[in-house]
């Protein structure tokens, strides 16, 4: 008879953490999902005394990936093979998703590579369409009136100074 999940996968993405660019799980966080007591929460803990301060005395441990695979061979209970089962999944998909991201920042950056030796053509086609869509500009009619009068002979012709 197979037990159901325990809990739901987002439970367990919650609690990956990335440390030192490795996907890692608390031992505190293990503790909890496998619902064994931790020696540090048992230490705090007592029936007549809890601690002043709070919190635990030791930093927890970090557990990649392939050191929670471990515990499967160490817990043998169902429920904890069922909850090994669990995390594994919780890894596999967070690895996917990051895959997939990985996948889209490099398109991206192919399309930005790609489109941007086209910068300088596509502000060349931009201007010509701006200067299709704007009107030429026409001369501006002059202030006042004109006297149109015929020219003389004589007008355009200079003297020449003679010299004394």
Do not use: C
């Not at 061979?73 to 998909?93: D, G, H, P």
């Not at 690895?95 to 490099?106: D, G, V, W």
């Not at 086609?125 to 002979?153: D, H, M, Y």
């Amino acid at each position: 008879m197979a037990i159901s999940n325990p809990f739901p996968i987002e439970l367990v993405e919650q609690k990956i953490f990335i440390i030192r660019n490795q996907k890692v799980m608390l031992s505190i966080n293990l503790a909890e999902l496998y619902g064994v007591e931790h020696n540090e929460w048992s230490n705090l803990k007592s029936q007549f005394v809890t601690s002043s301060w709070g919190g635990i005395r030791k930093l927890p441990f970090a557990f990649t990936e392939q050191g929670i695979a471990m515990l499967s061979s160490v817990l043998k209970s169902q429920s904890a093979v069922q909850v090994n089962i669990q995390i594994m999944r919780a890894f596999v998909k967070l690895r996917e998703i990051l895959f997939t991201h990985k996948e889209l920042a490099q398109k991206l950056k192919e399309l930005e590579l790609k489109f941007e030796s086209h910068d300088e053509q596509i502000m060349a086609i931009f201007e010509a369409i701006n200067q299709l869509i704007t009107p030429p500009e026409k001369p501006k009619p002059q202030i006042g009136f004109r006297v149109k009068e015929p020219k003389s002979k004589y007008e355009g012709k200079r003297l020449k100074k003679v010299s004394s």
